[in-house]
């Protein structure tokens, strides 16, 4: 027995189809979760200034936020941009990305079904975990397996990564 190969947007359609109908995950359900997110981001004390000191406009960045996700839960395609890059220059460690984490949770399972919620969770946690290595990275910081990235400046006793 012979299996075609199919081309690449024929199978990623077939993929998003498939996530789709495992998971419930639709654009009016990624609109909801991301905007909630982000006002619960907004209004956080720990994250809402870092955002607030970035963003002026934010119309356009949950449109790419939407776009973002909608490309890494369901495989859309529908994201162009390098956000490896956007977040090294951040002033951020591995609170940080705690904090993002948790409100992330707390808002998937508040907006979504907990098929698609874990979906997005899962990725989530992919993407702080190489997210915070890429800012550790751009910090001359290397971490090992477990190690956590601390800025400096956070700490009485300056040091770069804890486990």
Do not use: K
């Not at 998971?23 to 004390?45: P, Q, S």
């Not at 529908?78 to 949770?105: A, C, K, N, T």
């Amino acid at each position: 027995m012979t299996i075609p190969i199919l081309p690449s947007a024929h199978r990623r359609a077939e993929i998003t189809e498939q996530i789709r109908a495992r998971t419930g995950i639709d654009e009016a359900m990624i609109e909801r979760l991301v905007d909630r997110f982000y006002a619960h981001v907004r209004a956080d004390a720990m994250l809402g200034p870092v955002f607030a000191s970035r963003i002026a406009d934010w119309p356009p960045h949950l449109e790419r936020m939407r776009a973002f996700w909608a490309s890494v839960a369901l495989m859309s395609g529908s994201y162009h941009g390098q956000p490896m890059q956007i977040h090294q220059s951040l002033p951020v460690d591995g609170q940080h990305f705690d904090r993002w984490l948790e409100l992330f949770e707390t808002t998937a399972h508040e907006v979504c079904p907990p098929p698609a919620a874990h979906h997005f969770i899962e990725r989530a946690r992919r993407i702080a975990q190489s997210l915070e290595l890429a800012v550790a990275s751009a910090h001359g910081v290397r971490l090992r397996i477990g190690e956590r990235y601390i800025r400096a400046d956070r700490d009485a006793a300056p040091r770069e990564a804890v486990r």
